[in-house]
């Protein structure tokens, strides 16, 4: 009966948008495997049966938080792409504002709990993976238009060392840095432009 | 009488090396937090007791294991600016030196649980931090051997950026890649340094 009010009353999309939610929350304060989903219900004031109507278990949360992030990050590359093609920013100037979405992740508890999950749950290893694969052909695009020349193995080594520099700068502030986001996405850029207009 | 024999016949030392290795090993598979004493205390063969004796607790193993890489790094770093000015290495044979030191870390799971666990464990986080005070120096130095004009905001950026570099390569394993490690290594080098050569 209190289900069924709770359907009436939440909307099947915003119930799960409310428990994702919750559940970003919750899992980086606590520990994605420290939390119980009973936990999870209070926190997205929701009832344990709603959460599970929704979602198979926990490993089903994650994979839609992934998902979630994947598909805002795909959207950015691909909006960036369009207007460097446009000519409406330069390459530099698209390194530097992939750079600021990345800088200083959000959740950054949560998210090291997911890439320890990736290798101890075959499915979260592979949609990570998959993601990367996407990233990767962004990247490539991103280093040719700085460097029409790159090919082969220079730039199979510009699309790798790329690649972990935007990982890198997403948990940087594990050291604590003192350079501001701006500054650090604007001297980046600068960077990765220059290495990759130097190679070839 | 029973812990006694042991301490008898695992001297103190090694008996601290056995449990730090079977930590590593069963935490990196079965997760920091979900692994118990218990079941640490079997798979390094000594007794929960023992394993008290030389540790106050998980977060303290945690700890020591965090110790022992950072002691690792500093050492492998510290040889290399040697070797660097004693001429004995060129700028780029440094970095792929380091990169080589650093691409594929092992036990990736676990270190992503360390990780997770540096954002709800003020200590692990302190500790950390740390180190990367301590990996920004030599970073520092190796830019400084590349291109002796950099300064200022230049170098903090370049400082910035190799060291989200240096962690990304660690981890780039997530991503599944083609490119060997040693290949990785050499490309990069060279990309790092063409970049430090390019700004300042």
Known sequence: MVATQQKQTVP???????????????????GFHQSSMAELAVAAQVSVGQIYRLFKGKEDIIAAIVQADYDERC???????SRLDAGELTVEQTFEELLLHVVDEKDEALSFDILAESFRNR????????MCVQFRGYIRDFACAANPDLSGEALDGAEEIVLACLFGLGHRS?????????????????MIVAALRAIC
Do not use: N, Q, W, Y
């Open 12 to 30: 099947e999309r915003s119930g799960k948008e409310r428990i994702l939610e919750a559940a970003r929350t919750l899992f980086d304060s606590h």
């Open 174 to 190: 594990l050291s604590r840095p003192s350079l501001s986001a701006t500054d650090t996405a604007r001297l980046s850029a600068r």
């Open 123 to 130: 499915p979260v290893g592979d949609m990570i993976a998959a």
């Open 75 to 81: 959207m950015h590359m691909d909006a960036l792409r």
